[in-house]
């Protein structure tokens, strides 16, 4: 069933839009969908998802080093990967009883001399605060960041201490001097090799993060078809939704498979219904919960199958994780300009690795055209979301790439693939329900019964699923520890049943996964 988004109207019509991705380099591993056991029982309706949604103490192993890829990260003191997983301090009830020099109390901003009397020092709550990031990156897997940074703290740091804004457009310089525009537009190439944009034809630039992205390129797809409809699944990113509602877009929402990817059947029967009106697709490459990635071929030949031409198209792809590694996956499709897309967006603190988040927006030079404005006061043009943008992170992408290169990010990739096949699989060995999708790093899993067992893993649920997201940061040692704790938790706390016939959890049974506990091994095809 296809649910409707029925949003105003902006300038008298409405419109769409959707982010994009990758391909290039060396290809690294054979991908195939991933399957597990023990699913629970589900009355098969009609096999689909619902319509939409934006998305005990065991003791402790020793880590060590074993396993461990990437370099240590200056910023988080190698807290992802320290000798010991450490708890706070009191196990569960700690979780809800932060340390009380972090608490409201003390953190306060005396405004009077009285008011300062008796508040800790700022170094002591600084410290107190060094220690909970430090705890809690290392129980960090339902979130997709990479806390495995390149060595950035020695290399960087001394940077601190300068304001770098690259205010205004990157490929025309304002009066304002502090900038570092040369090493954003050096990144933007690089994601324009990547995904083989022409030459005389791409513009891009270092984002905030994904969302930003995506909020570009569906303000870029409203004003080249106005009157545009956005076609995305429901598993979509939430900030899809939040852009159709921010420019006054319809949008119609399309249900998706078991697996997460979008029903094609339901997306051709809707841009049939809606043939008069210009189409804006938005394209998952890795859905926010479940990892599915849309197929773009399969899209585009649905839309010449449907009648519609390439001015009446415009195509985003979000790309926020698995654009930085379908480049590197033997066999993957390729997502790149030489197809007719529009644009594509990208997490920079994700597969890549940075300390803040940031990311990069990829389009045509073409589309960009249609929101330049000249703004006198920064002798330069306004073409991105933000007025005054963030300097440092385009510094810490660029390092970032260039102190890992192609072999660098392909080793991640291999690792994040082969480390999740081996989380799928030791689960599976424990009877706990979970599944991996093809081309993906995300693990889900039946929603542990135990929420301070969520919490302590800091795992992102929804409804009866939760999912792990295998980063370069994520070994098979802390894989090891997890499982075991995941193992006793259901022991003490039992399990998650499915709240319905199609519950997310109930869908995991679904066939359209592939055979469960079939044998599988993404490492592979090096």
């Known amino acids: 069933m296809l649910a409707r988004l029925a949003c105003p109207l902006v300038r008298g019509r409405p419109a769409v839009a959707r982010v994009a991705r990758p391909p290039f380099a060396a290809p690294l591993l054979v991908g195939r969908r991933r399957c597990a056991t023990q699913a629970q029982p589900v009355d098969e309706d009609d096999g689909q998802s619902d319509a939409s949604k934006p998305s005990g103490q065991q003791p402790i192993a020793d880590l060590g080093s074993t396993g461990k890829v990437g370099s240590p990260s200056p910023w988080t003191s190698d807290a992802w990967d320290a000798a010991h997983v450490t708890d706070d301090a009191g196990g569960d009830a700690a979780l809800q009883q932060p340390d009380a020099l972090l608490s409201e109390a003390s953190m306060v901003i005396p405004t009077s001399e009285a008011e300062a009397q008796g508040l800790p020092s700022n170094s002591s709550i600084l410290s107190a605060y060094e220690s909970q990031l430090q705890r809690r990156s290392s129980r960090h897997l339902g979130y997709p960041y990479n806390l495995s940074h390149s060595q950035t703290g020695d290399d960087l740091g ?3 201490r300068y304001s770098i804004n690259n205010l205004g457009d990157p490929y025309v310089p304002s009066n304002y001097g502090v900038h570092s525009r040369e090493f954003e537009v050096a990144v933007v190439d690089f994601f324009a090799k990547l995904w083989k944009a022409p030459a005389d ?77 210009p189409a804006i697709l938005n394209v998952n490459i890795g859905t926010t919960v479940k990892g599915a990635v849309d ?31 379908m480049p590197f996956i033997e066999y993957a499709p390729k997502l790149s300009f030489e ?34 404005m000249r703004v006198d006061y920064l002798n330069s043009v306004d073409t991105t979301i933000m007025g005054s943008r963030n300097g440092h992170t385009a510094l ?52 542990p ?15 009866d699923i939760a999912h792990v997201v295998v980063m370069p940061n994520v070994t098979p040692a802390k894989v090891d520890i997890f499982v075991a704790e995941l193992v006793a938790s259901i022991a003490e706390h039992g399990r998650t049943q499915s709240r319905r016939s199609n519950s997310p959890l109930a869908l995991l049974s679904s066939d359209a996964w592939g055979s469960a506990g079939a044998p599988f091994d993404n490492r592979q095809g090096v």
């Not at 399969?298 to 654009?323: K, M, N, P, W």
């Open 449 to 463: 019964a135990h929420e301070p067992f969520v919490l302590r893993w800091q795992l992102a649920c929804e409804e």
């Open 339 to 372: 197809r007719p897309i529009d644009s594509i967006a990208v997490s920079g603190h994700k597969m890549l690795g940075c300390p803040m988040p940031c990311g990069v927006a990829l389009t045509r030079k073409s589309h960009v055209k249609n929101v330049e």
């Open 201 to 277: 034809d791409y513009w891009g630039y270092v984002t905030t993060c994904g969302t930003e992205g995506n909020l570009h390129a569906m303000l870029l797809a409203r004003e080249a078809l106005p009157d545009g409809i956005i076609y995305t699944s429901a598993e979509t990113h939430y900030s899809i939704f939040k852009a159709a509602s921010y420019y006054k877009m319809d949008c119609e929402v399309v249900r998706t498979l078991p697996t997460g990817e979008i029903d094609y059947t339901a997306l051709r029967s809707a841009l049939d219904a809606n043939r008069g009106r």
């Open 158 to 160: 001394r940077f601190m």
């Open 396 to 447: 810490h992408m660029w390092h970032s790439l260039r102190t890992k290169g192609l072999e660098g990010i392909k080793a991640d990739v291999a690792a994040c693939l082969s480390t999740a096949a081996y989380l799928c699989d030791e689960m599976t060995k424990a009877g706990i329900t979970c599944r991996l999708n093809d081309l993906s790093s995300t693990v889900v899993l039946e929603r």
């Open 295 to 325: 197929d773009l071929d399969r899209i585009l030949r649905i839309l010449s199958v449907t009648g519609y031409t390439r001015e009446q198209y415009h195509v985003h792809c979000d790309g926020a994780l698995f654009a930085m590694m």
